[in-house]
């Protein structure tokens, strides 16, 4: 868990400022996962195979689009872990008013 100590000279509540900010890059970032998850299940559909499998066992002479296709359907699997990452440490945000 991270706690965010916010301290302002300022006598308007900069913690709800702060608060909106990271909820707006949380909003984004679900939108970019919903996108994501989109893609992927496209092509866990079109070669009816888990991305888990397809990581361990396929390679790119396996797929239709050659080249191309691995990287972006591997590309996604790396978005989408790095998007979750990203929610997770803000979602885990603690804030701490002082």
């Known amino acids: 868990m991270v706690k965010l100590k916010i301290i302002s000279d300022k006598q308007e509540?900069?913690?709800?400022?702060?608060?909106?900010?990271?909820?707006?890059?949380?909003?984004?970032?679900?939108?970019?996962?919903?996108?994501t998850n989109r893609e992927i299940k496209g092509f866990e559909e079109r070669y009816k195979v888990p991305s888990e499998k397809f990581l361990k066992e396929f390679t790119a002479e396996d797929l239709q689009g050659g080249d191309d296709e691995y990287i972006r359907w591997t590309g996604e699997l790396k978005i989408r872990d790095k998007i979750l990452d990203e929610l997770k440490k803000l979602k885990d945000i603690e804030y701490v008013n002082c």
């Open 13 to 35: 509540d900069i913690t709800e400022i702060i608060k909106s900010a990271i909820s707006a890059e949380i909003k984004r970032l679900e939108i970019g996962l919903n996108r």
